[in-house]
């Protein structure tokens, strides 16, 4: 059936730096992966979604880019800030629902 | 802005006692969602309904109920609550499933403790 990984459970960086989240996933229809975001005791909001095979979209500095070939769609930032800390989903469209992976805690420190 | 409210935001029940979790929108979506999220889990689909008066197993159905009484409202009702169903409860409006890949819309949750 259709399902979402999410490698990392938790990721801790220093501001500034880098980050990547990987996502993966299965499916037997054509994707349309998600990524939301958590903050401390907050709803999920929707952070960015995807577009077509190879394109990247981008949404508050964070991007992403809908890999076919490798079942992808990691979530990649290139300096983080102190307020990116929160829990991050990457969500796959089923039929009726979204897919949710287990969730990548992403702390920055000072 | 699309907006979910639940209430109540915070409960504390007894072993064996009702629990009635409700959810409004006000979105005038047909999909509504029921999610418990525990560490290490993520978003666990409980049940879902497609509009008033249906209700489908999500996930992990067991030990919950549900009830969509109307297009707005949403309600999860655990008969006998058990400790194990300590937890954060999301409820979520929206339609994923539409070829745009429409946003889900969530609620800011409800802290329940059973004791």
């Known amino acids: 059936g259709d399902s979402v990984t999410q490698t990392e459970g938790l990721v801790t960086l220093t501001k500034g730096l880098p980050v990547m989240l990987n996502c993966t996933y299965q499916?037997?229809?054509?994707?349309?992966l998600f990524w939301y975001v958590q903050h401390l005791n907050e709803a999920p909001k929707l952070l960015l979604k995807?577009?077509?095979?190879?394109k990247r979209t981008e949404h508050q500095g964070f991007y992403a880019t809908l890999h076919k070939s490798s079942s992808s769609f990691h979530l990649q930032k290139s300096s983080v800030q102190l307020s990116d800390s929160a829990l991050y989903f990457c969500?796959?469209?089923?039929?009726?629902?979204?897919?949710f992976g287990s969730g990548t805690q992403l702390t920055v420190m000072p | 802005e699309a907006a979910v409210t639940q209430s109540p935001r915070n409960k504390v029940a007894v072993t064996g006692g009702k629990v009635t979790l409700s959810c409004n929108q006000t979105n005038n979506h047909n999909n509504m969602y029921w999610y418990r999220q525990d560490t290490g889990h993520g978003l666990r689909l409980i049940h879902y309904s497609y509009g008033a008066g249906s209700t489908e197993k999500g996930d992990i159905p067991d030990g919950y109920k549900a009830s969509r009484p109307s297009q707005e409202n949403f309600s999860l009702i655990l008969e006998l609550a058990t400790p194990s169903q300590t937890s954060v409860y999301f409820c979520a409006s929206g339609d994923p499933g539409q070829i745009s890949g429409n946003t889900l819309y969530f609620g800011e949750g409800s802290r329940l403790i059973v004791v």
């Open positions: 995807s577009s077509t095979d190879n």
């Open positions: 499916t037997t229809y054509s994707p349309f």
């Open positions: 969500a796959l469209r089923g039929s009726w629902q979204l897919i």
